[in-house]
């Protein structure tokens, strides 16, 4: 079973809904026959790479709220973190544009290193003081070679804006298509969508429902047409 998973570093209930999910997942009894894939979603897209702002700023622009309203938003999500063992850093984080980063995880992708590099982005952004927007590319190079990929490798994909931009953009039409206009987003074997940071107990409703209903695979009849096996190859008799 295929668990497709849209998010962006910039979302701070993409963090906590990763963790949820993965506590159903880690409960899960055919948890070694389920494959996760994280898709591109970028929630700021229209943003210039160098415009870094503080999260409270961003938070009163974009939404209309107070100071006062944004600062306990972020003590809520604080708490909500905690809850489940995450750390989260509730003043004093910034916001910018997570373009490369996405980019970034799709070279993660193809090297079987992309669940590894997105959950330390997302400790990155959310629970340590360095910033991954204000520091340079040289950040981001430090954290995808934490994740196990080549630190050459990450700075070519990092000078070349072309690279996996049209896998970033393909997912994010993805998105739209199947109807998502937030993150998370979870899809289970494109049978099932799940909006939010849901409980862990929901992904587990969840999994369990997507495994039960997987269809069997229905086989036309081959008219015993000859076919190789564990055993050898059947020889025509003439």
């Given at each position: 079973m295929r668990v497709e998973i849209w998010s962006d570093i910039a979302c701070p209930w993409c963090y906590v809904g990763k963790a949820r999910f993965e506590q159903a997942l880690e409960a899960f009894p055919h948890r070694d026959q389920?494959?996760?894939?994280?898709?591109?979603?970028?929630?700021?897209?229209?943003?210039?790479?160098?415009?870094?702002?503080?999260?409270?700023?961003?938070?009163?622009?974009?939404?209309?709220?107070?100071?006062?309203q944004a600062r306990a938003g972020e003590e809520n999500l604080g708490a909500q973190a905690a809850a489940i063992g995450l750390d989260y850093r509730t003043r004093d984080r910034d916001h910018g544009n997570t373009f490369d980063m996405h980019r970034l995880l799709h070279l993660a992708k193809e090297q079987g290193r992309q669940d590894e590099l997105i959950q330390i982005l997302y400790r990155a952004n959310f629970a340590e003081e360095r910033s991954v927007f204000s520091e340079g590319d040289e950040r981001l190079v430090e954290l995808a070679v934490e994740a196990g990929l080549d630190a050459e490798a990450a700075r070519k994909v990092l000078a070349d804006p072309t690279a996996y931009a049209d896998e970033v953009r393909a997912d994010e039409r993805e998105a739209a298509q199947l109807g998502a206009n937030?993150?998370?987003?979870?899809?289970?074997?494109?049978?099932?969508?799940?909006?939010?940071?849901?409980?862990?107990?929901?992904f587990t409703q969840a999994l369990t429902q997507a495994w039960g209903d997987r269809s069997p695979l229905k086989l036309l009849d081959d008219g015993g047409a000859e076919a190789c096996g564990p055993d050898g190859c059947a020889v025509p008799q003439h």
């Open positions: 389920v494959e996760v894939v994280h898709r591109s979603f970028e929630l700021d897209p229209g943003r210039a790479k160098g415009d870094v702002q503080p999260v409270i700023k961003m938070l009163t622009k974009k939404y209309g709220m107070s100071e006062a937030g993150v998370p987003f979870f899809v289970l074997d494109r049978a099932y969508g799940i909006s939010g940071a849901q409980p862990a107990e929901v």
